[in-house]
C-alpha cells in the first residue's frame, strides 16, 4: 500500500507564474489536508477536502489559492500569479475518516524566483 | 479556533538519557493528540497518538501522557539514540483539523 504521494518533490516558478501541486492519498483516504511549512517553522493548516467537496478553508489565503479533489485524480492545489512569499514546502496528509490518523506525503519545495 | 503551544523549542540530550517534549492545547473540544517526526527533507512521519479518553500510550521507547483537566499532553522518548535527532511536532485536532506545535529540534548526542 504506497503511502501519499506528492508530485512533484521540487517546483520553481517565477514570479507571476502559476504552480500546481499534486497530492495522490493513500488507498482507501477520502479525506485529504494541505499544509505550507516556512523555513524552521511549524506546519499551518491550509484547507480540509472530502471527494469533491471543500471542507474547510479557512486556512487559505482568500486570492490566489484554490484547491480541489476531484471524483478521479489526485488533489490538486493550484497557486495563481505566484510571489516570493509563496516559497514554501506544501504537505498533502490523507486520513480514511475524520479524527484519525494523518499521514503525509514527502511535500512539494515551492521556490519562487 | 485551537492554539497549541510546545517546548523547548531545542533538545540536546546524550545518548541514552531520556527526552520529554511538553505542549499545552486550548480548545477542550480537541479530542485526538498525534506526535510527528520530521527528518530534514522529509514529510511528517505519525510516531504516536492518544486519544482524549485515555490518560497515557506506550510504543515500545515512546510514550505519551495526557492532562486533559490541565490540557496538556507530553512526549517522552527513553534509551535515545542518535537517529532519534529530527523535529518532533505535536498537534491537537478539533473540527477535523490539525493545528500543530511549533516543533522542537532533539539533538541526539553520541
Known amino acids: 500500500n504506497a503511502g501519499v504521494m506528492q508530485n512533484p518533490r521540487h517546483l520553481v516558478r517565477r514570479r507571476g507564474q502559476e504552480a500546481r501541486l499534486r497530492c495522490s492519498p493513500m488507498?482507501?483516504?477520502?479525506?485529504v489536508y494541505w499544509y505550507r511549512q516556512l523555513p524552521e517553522e511549524g506546519l499551518k493548516f491550509m484547507v480540509y477536502?472530502?471527494?469533491?467537496?471543500?471542507?474547510?478553508e479557512s486556512g487559505m489565503p482568500k486570492e490566489r489559492f484554490s484547491a480541489e479533489f476531484p471524483k478521479e485524480g489526485p488533489s490538486i492545489l493550484r497557486i495563481q500569479q505566484v510571489v516570493r512569499g509563496d516559497s514554501a514546502a506544501y504537505f498533502c496528509?490523507?486520513?480514511?475518516?475524520?479524527?484519525?490518523?494523518?499521514?503525509f506525503g514527502q511535500g512539494t519545495r515551492l521556490t519562487v524566483v | 479556533g485551537e492554539n497549541v503551544e510546545q517546548h523547548p523549542s531545542t533538545l540536546s540530550v546524550q545518548e541514552g538519557d531520556s527526552a520529554v517534549i511538553k505542549c499545552t492545547y486550548s480548545?477542550?473540544?480537541?479530542?485526538?493528540f498525534p506526535w510527528y517526526k520530521q527528518e530534514l527533507g522529509k514529510g511528517p512521519q505519525l510516531i504516536i497518538d492518544?486519544?482524549?479518553?485515555?490518560g497515557e500510550k506506550k510504543d515500545q521507547r515512546i510514550a505519551v501522557t495526557l492532562n486533559k483537566t490541565a490540557k496538556h499532553f507530553s512526549l517522552h522518548i527513553t534509551e535515545t539514540q542518535p537517529e532519534d535527532s529530527a523535529v518532533y511536532f505535536c498537534?491537537?485536532?478539533?473540527?477535523?483539523?490539525?493545528?500543530f506545535g511549533e516543533g522542537t529540534q532533539l539533538t541526539v548526542n553520541p
Open positions: 488507498k482507501g483516504h477520502s479525506h
Open positions: 496528509a490523507s486520513s480514511p475518516s475524520v479524527d484519525t490518523e494523518a499521514f
Open positions: 498537534a491537537g485536532s478539533s473540527d477535523s483539523r490539525l493545528t
Open positions: 477536502l472530502q471527494k469533491e467537496n471543500i471542507i474547510d
Open positions: 480548545d477542550s473540544a480537541s479530542n485526538y
Open positions: 492518544i486519544r482524549s479518553n485515555v
